[in-house]
């Protein structure tokens, strides 16, 4: 074999080592499958609030991992329910969130998160009430958060008597709280959002799978300018 | 280390490195100490961030002249004893350096006498910097004046603090995946995202976990402490600046750990004073849920509700204690 020959050998032998190994790299750093993106940028007229619903389900009940609790999103152009958790919302815009919480709940493990945070007014509404503060060692507990860490946003889900629904997405007929809450989208920017009760059923301290995959418990704000 | 020139004359090549390496390394030095060593970071917002920003300056006035002597040593004797040169000496690291006692002794000693200089000073900044801000474990061997009545205090829920009363600050750090909160026992042991600090106060971080190992790290405070559950880890520092500083997680803990951030920020003491009153008054309500103030807390592996999260006895968690329980002595 020529030199030219040998050095090119060599060379596509690196590439696929290299690719093997940055395609490894990017495996282990992704954990899960991210879904797609939902879209809220192009429901209403610049500057009107986006109404945005999600629902917290005890457990998924399809795809790969059906025991894992999860939250799902009412897809604004189809009104069905999807299984996504990064939306694109609008830059400095008022989002108003509507939260249907299907899932039981327990007392937090730092009850810091009882405590109704960033939201616009500071409080949320419960089944049409209004708090600011929920005992999570009072009735059916805290099922999960929904928040914001770098908007200092943080609203307790209060659970529901028992898993009544096992496959989402639920039924509006199913138990359920809902919970509304409003916040303003900061400039553009990726804003991680996540649950800080340690929910995972199955994994040490409910730390591991659903809490710890994307698409279950935690996903992405992609706020764009409006 | 001489030969001779072309007129005859000797020349003595060590001395002449020797000169132009004084003269460029007090120039660099003083250059850098007083030019760029005030921007050092991490800046001069705590007495830590001084005492580390004092430590790398020295650190770099020491080095400098090394890195000056091996350049200027290596382009000397590139232009001076490169072959192409008619008569070219003996190299000064060729067979007459071998075996020259007085350079080796000399090498030897002042190598030995920076070294054990550097560690000296290195002691010295850590006992006089209380731990230069670093984590110290549960039982801190240094301490600032004060720091054991105001921790006895905070866990006897009976510390204080105002303006002017050079009191030692208490402030718990909690972490938990995603994120930091902070509690202040000596206003009623609230807890808040926000980490606000008073200036020209001294601080003692109590740094703890509420589930994995995360990393408590204030780069512009320059305090950085390990995070594990069930341990308090202590590290003191004293503000002395006003200003912003940025508090991540340095331990690796799962999937947001990048996202593990957040800021804080330094007030006067009289606007310190009024944001916790009036936070410890706005989060009464949700102070009273919290569990009793503790320098650790047990996450139940089993979960307050029971059997929520199963431990598989795997834990060293006890199974029955739920979180907010104290420590057995």
Redesign the interface.
């Known amino acids: 074999m020529s030199k030219g020959g040998r050095l090119a050998v060599v060379l596509v032998a690196f590439l696929a080592v290299a690719g093997l190994v940055v395609y490894g790299v990017a495996q282990l750093l992704v954990p899960g499958v991210p879904g797609g993106v939902v879209n809220f940028t192009d429901t209403q007229a610049a500057g009107q609030p986006v109404h945005l619903t999600v629902q917290t389900v005890g457990s998924i009940g399809f795809g790969a991992h059906p025991t894992w609790v999860s939250y799902l999103v009412k897809n604004p152009h189809t009104g069905k329910w999807d299984h996504d958790t990064s939306w694109e919302l609008p830059a400095n815009t008022v989002i108003d969130m509507t939260v249907d919480q299907y899932d039981s709940g327990s007392p937090l493990r730092n009850q810091e998160w009882g405590q109704v945070q960033g939201t616009i007014g500071d409080h949320a509404m419960l089944n049409g009430k209004s708090f600011q503060v929920y005992d999570s060692y009072t009735g059916n507990g805290v099922g999960h958060t929904f928040a914001v860490p770098a908007l200092n946003l943080s609203v307790p889900m209060v659970g529901v008597a028992g898993n009544p629904c096992a496959v989402a997405p639920c039924h509006f007929n199913s138990p359920h709280n809902v919970e509304k809450f409003s916040f303003k989208t900061p400039g553009p920017g990726s804003y991680n959002w996540q649950c800080f009760v340690p929910c995972a059923l199955g994994y040490l301290f409910g730390n591991g799978g659903a809490m710890s995959t994307q698409n279950y418990m935690g996903g992405e704000l992609e706020v764009v300018a409006s | 280390m001489s030969n001779e020139n072309s007129q005859g004359e000797e020349i003595n090549h060590f001395r002449r490195i020797v000169y132009i390496w004084i003269a460029l390394s007090v120039v660099c030095d003083l250059l850098f100490w007083f030019l760029v060593g005030p921007h050092v970071p991490p800046g001069r917002m705590t007495s830590s961030a001084q005492g580390d920003q004092l430590d790398f300056n020295i650190l770099f006035v020491i080095g400098l002249p090394v890195l000056i002597g091996v350049s200027e040593w290596l382009v000397y004797a590139a232009f001076n004893w490169n072959a192409k040169k008619k008569d070219t000496p003996e190299s000064v690291g060729g067979p007459r350096a071998w075996g020259n006692k007085r350079v080796e002794v000399s090498w030897i000693i002042v190598t030995s006498v920076v070294v054990v200089c550097l560690a000296g000073f290195g002691i010295i900044e850590l006992v006089a910097l209380q731990g230069a801000g670093g984590g110290e474990g549960p039982n801190p061997i240094w301490y600032p004046h004060g720091a054991i009545q105001a921790e006895t205090a905070a866990l006897a829920g009976t510390g204080t603090w105002s303006p002017n009363s050079n009191d030692v600050l208490p402030v718990q750090v ?1 972490a ?4 930091f ?1 902070y509690r202040y026992p000596t206003f009623g042991g609230f ?1 808040s ?2 980490l606000i600090l008073p200036d020209d106060t001294a601080i003692a971080f109590n740094v703890t976990s ?3 190992i995360h990393s408590f790290w204030a780069y512009q405070l320059e305090v950085k402490a390990d995070a594990n559950p069930l341990e308090n880890n202590v590290a003191f520092t004293r503000t002395q600046q006003l200003g912003n500083f940025v508090v991540r997680c340095s331990e690796l803990c ?3 750990h990048g ?2 951030f ?1 800021y804080g920020t330094v007030v006067s003491q009289a606007a310190f004073e009024k944001w916790a009153t009036t936070t410890e008054a706005a ?1 009464a ?2 102070t009273k ?3 009793p103030f503790a320098w650790t807390y047990v ?3 089993n ?3 029971g059997g ?5 006895n ?2 060293p968690y006890s199974p029955t204690e ?2 907010g329980s104290k420590q057995p002595s």
Request: glycine share 8%.
């Open positions: 909690i938990q995946q995603w994120k909160t807890e995202s926000e509420l589930d994995v799962g999937l947001w996202a593990m957040n989060n309500a949700n849920n919290l569990a996450p139940d592996a979960g307050a509700a929520y999260y199963p431990d598989g795997v834990t739920i979180y």
